[in-house]
């Protein structure tokens, strides 16, 4: 068997200009190509034969150059979910996914961990509902959550949903008398560890714990699009939901760029940027208490809860943005940093080399300052 020649397929290529995008013809250049030397040298003045065969390759390369060269186009699609917008920038076509299909997913997804749809798995387990079984959804965000709520010393906990509750960041409104006695008596519902995950089933120590996994939901639902997408085999896409974003490949060459916003009180997204970073193959989630709020007889309440306490976090820490692997990872981490502060939060990030971070914060004078970690500086645009 003869070995195929690079060097035939570059000869080739040039002289009729063809692209060298796929290998399938490469192999019948090759084959030509030795067919063709072997006549050659072989011609005995048949010269009308070697025309001949050089018409029948430049007939075959023309035809090969039809194959369907890979999508130039960029297309979005935008629409609503969990309370917000989302909005998705791919490279392909019309026919490669629909909105329906995005629709369809984003559903599913919200009829497993969403606490504002009665009939998800989450409200279910959160009533004590015998009968329901977990899907793959509840699996994942649960596993992670066990696995930083041990890597961030308790400080993200999904177990939370009766503080959230109270305090009015959860499916009601906030009660209208909110003291440290109510928070502290909920406390005993609240640790990770009093909830256990057995077979298909959801196991918990206190039929009153309550699951809450908005501070990790949101960002898994971007994986979840992101994951189909690439089921697509669409290599460059941006997807970005409630302002959690995961980018993939460029657009039109260029690496994502994507913003941080000030911390500036309810602020539409995108109005005044604090940053400007290059997203290449990462997820970005940003957590603040500037939109999240409200205040009561002067008092002003937060949805950064802090789980060991019962009460809003109110830390030095203005924004958290996080860049990891994945969005419910940066999603999680985010809300780990708002409740732990400057100082707890820079630990979290360097005791994990996947993790980047872009904190605003305010110093003893009520200034504000900003740190981020090394691998940001190669990320932001000037």
């Known amino acids: ?55 029948f390759v430049y007939i075959t390369l023309c035809s090969c150059n039809n194959i369907k060269s890979p999508p130039t186009d960029y297309y979005k699609i935008i629409g609503y979910t969990q309370g917000t917008t989302y909005s998705i920038i791919y490279n392909g076509d019309s026919t490669t996914f629909s ?33 329901v ?48 006695q109510i928070t502290d008596s909920l406390l005993q519902y609240v640790g990770i560890s009093k909830v256990k995950i057995d077979g298909e089933k959801v196991v918990k120590e206190y039929p009153e714990i309550l699951l809450d996994c908005n501070a990790i939901a949101q960002g898994q639902s971007v994986d979840v699009i992101s994951e189909f997408i690439e089921s697509k085999n669409v290599n460059n896409y941006l997807v970005e939901i409630g302002g959690e974003i995961k980018a993939k490949g460029t657009k039109f060459g260029r690496v994502w760029r ?44 937060t949805h950064s809860i802090n789980p060991k306490t019962g009460k809003p976090a109110y ?17 999680a981490y985010a809300t780990a940093c708002m409740v732990a502060g400057l100082e ?13 971070a872009y904190f605003i914060y305010s110093d003893k004078n009520g200034k504000m300052e900003v740190y981020y970690t090394e691998g940001i500086k190669s990320m932001i645009v000037e």
């Not at 080739?12 to 040298?41: A, E, G, R």
């Open 344 to 356: 707890k939060a820079k630990q979290f990030i360097n005791n994990d080399i996947q993790l980047e």
């Open 99 to 131: 909105k329906l299909e995005i629709d369809s997913i984003l559903h599913d997804f919200d009829m497993s961990l969403s606490i504002y749809k009665p009939g998800s798995i989450i409200s279910r387990i959160n009533k004590n509902d015998t009968g």
């Open 133 to 180: 079984v977990i899907d793959k959804y509840f699996r994942i965000m649960f596993d992670t959550s066990l696995d930083i709520n041990k890597k961030t010393d308790g400080v993200f906990d999904i177990t939370i949903g009766q503080i959230t509750k109270v305090l009015g960041f959860g499916i009601t409104e906030a009660n209208d008398i909110v003291n440290e």
């Open 315 to 331: 830390q030095n820490i203005l924004s958290a943005t996080v860049i990891a692997n994945n969005c419910m990872i940066a999603d």
């Open 258 to 301: 994507v913003g941080i916003d000030k911390p500036i009180e309810n602020i539409e997204y995108g109005k005044e940027l604090q940053v400007k970073l290059e997203l290449k193959n990462k997820a970005l989630a940003t957590s603040g208490n500037y939109r999240k709020f409200y205040v009561r007889n002067g008092k002003k309440y």
């Open 1 to 55: 068997m003869r070995k195929f020649s690079n060097s035939n397929f570059n000869y080739f290529s040039k002289m009729f200009n063809i692209k060298k995008n796929y290998t399938v013809y490469q192999i019948f250049i090759s084959c030509f190509v030795i067919k063709l030397k072997n006549f050659i040298f072989n011609l005995d003045g048949k010269i009308l034969n070697f025309f001949t065969i050089i018409f």
